[in-house]
Structures are given as structure tokens and as C-alpha cells.
């Protein structure tokens, strides 16, 4: 199986800076798309930015020019710098990963636990 372990969460002021990892790990032959999402109370899942294989990516209007994602294939992490921190993007944050188990064969997309961030003003 595999697992996708986020770390990085935790309480910040506003202006401030955090930096989110997720690693996967298991029976993993190559990832696509890797991605970090958020969730305030009451509110949906939401996309925060994703990165392909190639490193192209695309970010919420919300956080572009704070935020950058980036990825270790090497360590199959994915990072999400996030500077300039708001209360508003106080969420939790999780990450999403498509692994593919062998050359040629399917794929399925895995998330992680989540990580707590929380911006004060």
C-alpha cells in the first residue's frame, strides 16, 4: 500500500512563513500530479496548488505570489513554501498524490492525513 505523511503544520502570526512536506512511501513505481488542498471549518476541500511530473504548476488565485510548490522525485515529497501567511488561510492542509504501482499500469490517488495550520492576526 502506500501512505502519503504530511508535516510542517502548526501556529503562525500573520506575515509570517511555514513550510508543509508530504512524503509517500510503499509500493510506488513512478507519481503524476501531486497537489495540497485545504479545508477551514465549514467551508469545502479546496485546491491550494498542484505540480505535474514535469514540474508545471498551477496555484489558487488566493495564495499566488505567497505560495510556492515544488517537488523531491527523488524522495517522492512534494513542499508547499508558504509565505505571507493570512488568517484566512488558517485550514487544514492535506496533500494528494497519483501513484502508479507498476510501468504501464494503473493509477489511484491517495491523500494524506492533513496538517493544522493556524495564522493569527
Known amino acids: 500500500q502506500v501512505q502519503l505523511v504530511e508535516s510542517g503544520g502548526g501556529l503562525v502570526q500573520a506575515g509570517g512563513s511555514l513550510r508543509l512536506s508530504c512524503a509517500a512511501s510503499?509500493?510506488?513505481?513512478?507519481?503524476?500530479?501531486m497537489g495540497w488542498y485545504r479545508q477551514a471549518p465549514g467551508n469545502q476541500r479546496e485546491l491550494v496548488a498542484a505540480?505535474?511530473?514535469?514540474?508545471?504548476?498551477n496555484y489558487a488565485d488566493s495564495v499566488k505570489g505567497r505560495f510556492t510548490i515544488s517537488r523531491d522525485n527523488a524522495k517522492n515529497t512534494v513542499y508547499l513554501q508558504m509565505n505571507s501567511l493570512k488568517p484566512e488561510d488558517t485550514a487544514v492542509y492535506y496533500c494528494n498524490a497519483e501513484i502508479r504501482y507498476w510501468r504501464g499500469g494503473p493509477t489511484s490517488i491517495y491523500w494524506g492525513q492533513g496538517t493544522q495550520v493556524t495564522v493569527s492576526s
Open positions: 510503499g509500493k510506488i513505481f513512478s507519481i503524476n500530479a
Open positions: 505540480i505535474s511530473s514535469i514540474s508545471s504548476t
